[in-house]
């Protein structure tokens, strides 16, 4: 049973234009999200993060938006550059706990 | 060094070989984590440490044993592994999540292990 969802395995974006990354989840124990970048052969980079108090976040070109009566979560990334092309996950933990359950992830491309 | 460092990067063992994996965090954490990436799958968390305390054993099998000798070391060590265990491990710490706070993960660039 999943317990974060990445429907969108992929998704292309024009440059200059907003992405939208989307995420889903059905624990309603979870209480703070987070977004992670990856490239291919590092590791995942820490992004942005939120927490089930709020329902926004934002850092630069960066906003996290939460809808927890929907229990889902989103990405925005505006304006997209090329260097955002990667792959996206994001992840949830429980109150108190800090394992994280991640999703599958969203390749992005971001066409020039 | 800053961040956290993992070595090797790529590992090629044999099934009857012994190896270990090696994680360090310059960061001032006290947690520490060990993740399994494979093919087409979520990031699986395998074990966390908090204050060198083993906390969390996500029902991985025995060919991993995880040691952690201080707050900055982390290792994974190997033994009799099987084909399908090849995959990318990656080494995570944070500071340890509280009930009013969150805590982000930073991970390490991992280690390609292939099991021939």
């Known amino acids: 049973d999943q317990q974060v969802k990445q429907n969108s395995p992929s998704l292309s974006v024009q440059e200059g234009r907003i992405s939208i990354l989307n995420c889903d989840y059905t624990?309603?124990?979870?209480?703070?999200f987070l977004w992670y970048k990856k490239y291919p052969a590092e590791g995942p980079t820490f992004l942005i993060s939120?927490?089930?108090?709020?329902d926004k976040n934002e850092d630069g070109r960066f906003t996290v938006f939460l809808n927890k009566s929907a229990k889902h979560l989103s990405l925005h990334i505006v304006p997209s550059q090329p260097g955002d092309s990667a792959v996206y996950f994001c992840a949830a933990s429980a109150l108190g706990n800090e394992k994280l359950t991640f999703g599958t992830g969203t390749r992005l491309t971001i066409i020039p | 060094e800053t961040g956290v460092t993992q070595t090797p990067r790529h590992l090629v063992m044999g099934m009857t070989n012994k190896k270990s994996l090696k994680c360090e965090q310059h960061l001032g954490h006290n947690a520490m984590y060990w993740y399994k990436q494979s093919a087409k799958k979520p990031l699986e968390l395998m074990f966390v440490y908090n204050f060198k305390e083993q906390t969390e054993n996500n029902s991985v099998p025995s060919r991993f044993s995880p040691e952690c000798p201080n707050s900055s070391h982390l290792f994974l060590h190997l033994h009799t592994l099987q084909p399908e265990d090849s995959a990318l491990y990656l080494c995570a710490s944070s500071h340890p999540k509280t009930l009013d706070r969150g805590s982000e993960q930073y991970f390490g660039p991992g280690t390609r292990l292939t099991v021939t």
């Open positions: 939120i927490s089930s108090i709020k």
């Open positions: 624990n309603s124990m979870f209480d703070y």
